[in-house]
């Protein structure tokens, strides 16, 4: 027998056993583990966890409490918007914003040729439907504040083309044009307002009337200033003259009919202190337009 051989054999005859050993170890584990494998385990806990224990919003939410505290807060939630909504419609007049804002483009563009052409009109008295006016997309002559909303950011538009042409242009002084034009707007409707109350008027007339009124007279500077852009200030003269004439012919026919109810309704003019009053207050507002339509747009020709 050979050494190496039986060395070999022998090392084959030591080396088996252990090999076995090793072998049975790992079957052995297969078979009945000495350890508990929770690795998996845990995982699979922290799955079925919310679904078996649930989520602790749940008890919170079953709870009669809490219920009770969530309906209490709604309420209060409800109770609080109607408040606003009441207080807010009370100097703030949101569904009759609705009626002066439905036009259609028929009726802008009857309203604009009616802006500068007044003198062809002939009638001018608002259509009713059961005691109500008719919305002014059905009538030309029903007040509407789409035209002065478009033709005061339009105005200020001009106003920033106008400085810009001359190299004045600032975002603070296109900032100050725009807050003068509308606080001149405001103290012309505060100024209408207090004359109407010392005066003892019974008119139909509102505030945003007497805002949409006011705020037509932006038609008139648009086309002033556009032209005195196009053709120079001889041309900015000429247009501003003939849209001041057309704006005082509107408001005189418009709120005529506004102030002077009970002579229009017997088609003739009542003699008496009142009706005077009333009529020399609609010639003031009238021939307020012109005024600051000139004021608002001469320093914008040069």
Not at 18 to 39: A, C, H, K
Not at 108 to 126: A, D, I, R, S, T
Request: glycine share 8%.
């Amino acid at each position: 027998m050979d050494y190496t051989a039986t060395q070999s054999g022998f090392r084959q005859r030591k080396l088996q056993p252990n090999m076995r050993l090793r072998n049975s170890s790992v079957d052995g584990s297969e078979g009945s583990q000495l350890f508990e494998d929770t690795s998996g385990a845990g995982y699979r806990n922290q799955q079925a966890g919310p679904q078996a224990a649930g989520f602790p919003g749940e008890s919170i939410l079953s709870d009669p409490m809490s219920n009770l505290a969530m309906a209490y807060g709604s309420s209060l939630a409800s109770q609080g918007r109607e408040m606003v909504d009441k207080n807010l419609d009370r100097f703030i007049p949101i569904s009759k914003l609705k009626y002066y804002f439905a036009v259609d483009t028929v009726y802008v563009g009857k309203k604009l040729g009616l802006l500068v052409f007044p003198y062809m009109h002939e009638n001018w008295e608002v259509s009713y439907q059961q005691d109500t006016p008719v919305a002014p997309r059905f009538d030309v002559n029903a007040p509407d504040l789409y035209i002065p909303a478009m033709g005061f950011i339009t105005y200020v538009l001009v106003a920033g083309l106008a400085l810009g042409t001359q190299n004045r242009f600032s975002p603070e002084l296109l900032g100050v044009q725009a807050s003068s034009a509308l606080v001149w707007l405001i103290m012309e409707v505060l100024a209408v307002l207090l004359s109407l109350y010392l005066v003892t008027v019974n008119t139909d007339l509102t505030t945003i009337d007497l805002l949409a009124f006011s705020g037509y007279k932006y038609v008139g500077m648009i086309v002033g200033v556009v032209a005195g852009l196009l053709f120079g200030r001889p041309a900015y003269y000429l247009s501003l003259l003939w849209c001041c004439a057309a704006i005082f012919v509107f408001m005189i026919r418009t709120l005529r009919l506004k102030l002077l109810s009970e002579a229009a309704a017997e088609g003739r003019l009542v003699r008496g202190a009142r009706n005077q009053l009333r009529m020399y207050l609609t010639m003031s507002i009238a021939a307020a337009q012109p005024i600051f339509m000139y004021w608002l747009t001469y320093h914008l020709i040069r």
